[in-house]
């Protein structure tokens, strides 16, 4: 790989001020491309840009303030990144959370499911005519290995209903998987892809909490990978020739690997799928599964 190879290519990456989509901001920059550095917090944000701009001071990154915390605020994300780039060719729904309590936002929804995986839904729903236009897009979905031990309530999930700290992320995370796999049956024949990926187990702020069990962790996390190295799979998925074709996959890091009878359900995928739309507020499907061609009887 040559720098300069993405020339011309617009990524978008939300959560890009910290941690894994810091590491994917500057990989993508130093390798050419236009890069769209999504962040809630204009500091953080700043800091960021600087930092990847020092690292590499021909980058094209873009810092975008966009807050992920309710469906109001990512269709103004979405609006926003519509009319600042008339071109775009991948996003990468990185920014995630991990709860260490129960948190509902202003919609009264639970923030795992919120951002992990409402917020994949709808702003690649907003955004996806865009990607279409350009006829080879692509949505990398930064997921986490831990979405096998998700489980699916339509009634309970949203709300953070049980709440758990393993339990609740790995709900979202299922969600977000059945989301992937879905999105990839309703995108067949439009050049635009979708592949979900495990990052790795990654030295970041995800799940930091206080207290006797935050010390803990911040020991054991000293052990972990570094952003740079979480950041390998998803700069691959969203970048490498050899995945031009590939959609509704799941890597576990760079190996491709079968999903969850679970998570591989289209029925639970379907009903998730409208649930999705309903709770965003759509008030039509944003993207209906294409039609069967049906041969006439001579
Ligand atoms: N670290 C791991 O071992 C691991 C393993 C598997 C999967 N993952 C996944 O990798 C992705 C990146 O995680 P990370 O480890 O890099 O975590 P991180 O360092 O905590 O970064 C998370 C990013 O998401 C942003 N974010 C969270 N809530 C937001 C909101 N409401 N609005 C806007 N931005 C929001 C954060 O912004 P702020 O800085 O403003 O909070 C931050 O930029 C996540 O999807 C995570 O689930 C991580």
Redesign the pocket.
Request: proline share 4%.
């Given at each position: 790989m040559q720098p300069g190879e993405l020339s011309g290519k617009v990524f978008i990456v939300?959560?890009?001020?910290?941690?894994?989509?810091?590491a994917i901001v500057q990989q993508l920059a130093q390798r050419g491309g236009h890069v769209a550095l999504?962040?809630?917090?204009r500091d953080?944000g700043e800091a960021a840009v600087q930092a990847i701009r020092a690292a590499a001071p021909e980058s094209a990154v873009d810092l975008v303030i966009?807050?992920?915390?309710t469906v109001a605020?990512v269709s103004d994300l979405a609006a926003t990144l519509l009319e600042r780039y008339p071109r775009i060719d991948v996003l990468i729904n990185?920014?995630?959370?991990?709860p260490m309590r129960r948190v509902l936002n202003a919609d009264g929804l639970e923030?795992a499911f919120?951002?992990?995986h409402l917020?994949p839904f709808l702003l690649t729903t907003l955004l996806l005519q865009r990607i279409k236009d350009g006829g080879s897009g692509r949505i990398v979905n930064?997921?986490?290995?831990?979405y096998v031990n998700g489980k699916l309530d339509m009634a309970r999930t949203p709300y953070g209903l049980d709440f758990s700290r393993i339990r609740t992320?790995a709900d979202s995370?299922l969600c977000n998987m059945l989301f992937t796999l879905e999105l990839a049956r309703r995108l067949a024949g439009t050049g635009v892809t979708v592949n979900a990926v495990?990052?790795?187990?990654?030295?970041?702020?995800?799940g930091?909490t206080g207290g006797p069990l935050g010390w803990i962790l911040r020991q054991v996390k000293r052990t972990?990978d570094t952003?740079e190295d979480?950041a390998k799979a998803p700069v691959w998925l969203a970048t490498a020739p050899e995945l031009a074709q590939t959609s509704g996959h799941y890597f576990n890091l760079l190996a491709d690997t079968a999903v969850t009878a679970t998570a591989g359900d289209p029925e639970l995928a379907r009903r998730l799928w409208d649930l999705s739309a309903a709770l965003a507020g759509l008030s039509s499907d944003p993207v209906p599964m294409p039609s069967l061609s049906v041969t006439p009887p001579a």
């Open positions: 939300t959560g890009g001020n910290t941690g894994i989509g810091a999504v962040s809630r917090n953080k966009g807050d992920l915390s605020a990185n920014a995630g959370v991990w923030s919120m951002v992990n917020v930064v997921n986490a290995g831990l992320y995370k495990h990052p790795g187990v990654i030295r970041t702020a995800l930091t972990w952003p979480g």
